[in-house]
């Protein structure tokens, strides 16, 4: 039976961004995006300059939505819309792609920080994963479906594993925020918080390692829930957002700037990292109230 033969430019085989079968494998819909806006740029006969001049951005942006290295803004795929004349087309295949991204299985954070030069992150209730000690990762997993103690065992190693850029032969920086609610609810077992705050405070005294007591005193602030900012090593940037039901990775520069923001602004209100040392030392005295 003879296949119905592929539209200019799509499917083609070794190509950026293309949406072609491969082993079985349906394409992402991000991947038809990305080769949608090639093949229509191509029909037009226009080169990226002549587009860039046309809808106003960047030849490099552009050239990274063709090749499916970004997804951009619904702005951007109105806007290309409007030049090739496909009506909602592309507007429609970008929220195919943005829903998909949203719905995709997160794998988890460990293998973007093994590649990360620099991590900054903030914790609104619990010690962030990359300052906790096997004790009080435990407990802290012991609070959702640990499943079997195997199962436990897996997950407390996986984190401490994490663990190692900081103290490996080429550690990242490190940035983290805690709540100060955090010190003073603790953990359940009084041996497991104190060697928990006296983890936190070697761990401070690393010298790519800055540690920021977010106060009381502060009032509210713009970052909601736990958020971890990751720069990698290429040079951009991903950012994921965790509550107490979901978490959410983001990769879209759009998204992740206005997260940057809200985080040096907390940054900037909370103790200096010799103040934080201070207030951790108070609570190993005091323990927990």
Same mark, same amino acid.
């Given at each position: ?148 103690? &195997?199962?436990?065992?897996? #997950?407390? =190693?996986?984190? !401490?594993? +994490?663990?190692?850029? @900081? *103290?490996?032969?080429?550690? $990242? ?81 759009? &998204?992740?700037?206005?997260? #940057?923001? =809200?985080?040096? !602004?907390? +940054?900037?209100?909370? @103790? *200096?990292?010799?103040?934080? $040392? ?12």
């Amino acid at each position: 039976m003879p296949q119905p033969k592929s539209p200019a430019g799509k499917g083609q085989p070794g190509r950026p961004g293309s949406p072609g079968r491969r082993d079985g494998e349906w394409p992402s819909a991000r991947a038809v995006y990305a080769s949608e806006l090639a093949s229509r740029r191509e029909q037009s006969g226009m080169s990226l300059v002549q587009l860039a001049h046309v809808c106003r951005y960047e030849q490099s942006y552009l050239h990274r939505l063709e090749r499916g290295s970004r997804l951009g803004t619904v702005e951007a795929a109105r806007m290309l819309d409007k030049v090739y004349g496909t009506g909602t087309l592309l507007v429609k295949l970008w929220q195919l792609a943005k829903r998909e991204a949203k719905d995709r299985p997160f794998t988890g954070l460990a293998p973007l920080e093994a590649t990360a030069t620099s991590i900054q992150e903030y914790d609104i209730s619990a010690v962030p994963h990359l300052l906790q000690t096997p004790a009080y990762a435990e407990e802290q997993l012991r609070t959702t479906r640990p499943g079997s103690v &195997e199962q436990l065992s897996a #997950r407390v =190693a996986a984190r !401490l594993e +994490r663990q190692e850029r @900081l *103290t490996g032969p080429n550690p $990242l920086h490190y940035r983290a925020l805690v709540d100060e609610s955090v010190l003073w609810r603790g953990a359940r077992d009084a041996e497991t918080w104190r060697g928990q705050v006296e983890h936190i405070v070697e761990t401070a005294c690393l010298p790519d390692v800055s540690l920021h007591v977010v106060p009381f005193g502060t009032g509210p602030h713009h970052v909601r829930g736990s958020l971890e900012l990751i720069f990698c090593h290429d040079g951009h940037t991903v950012a994921y957002t965790r509550s107490s039901w979901s978490g959410h990775l983001v990769e879209e520069p759009e &998204e992740i700037e206005p997260l #940057r923001l =809200a985080y040096d !602004l907390l +940054r900037d209100i909370a @103790l *200096t990292p010799a103040d934080s $040392l201070t207030l951790l030392h108070t609570v190993l005295e005091r323990g927990k109230p």
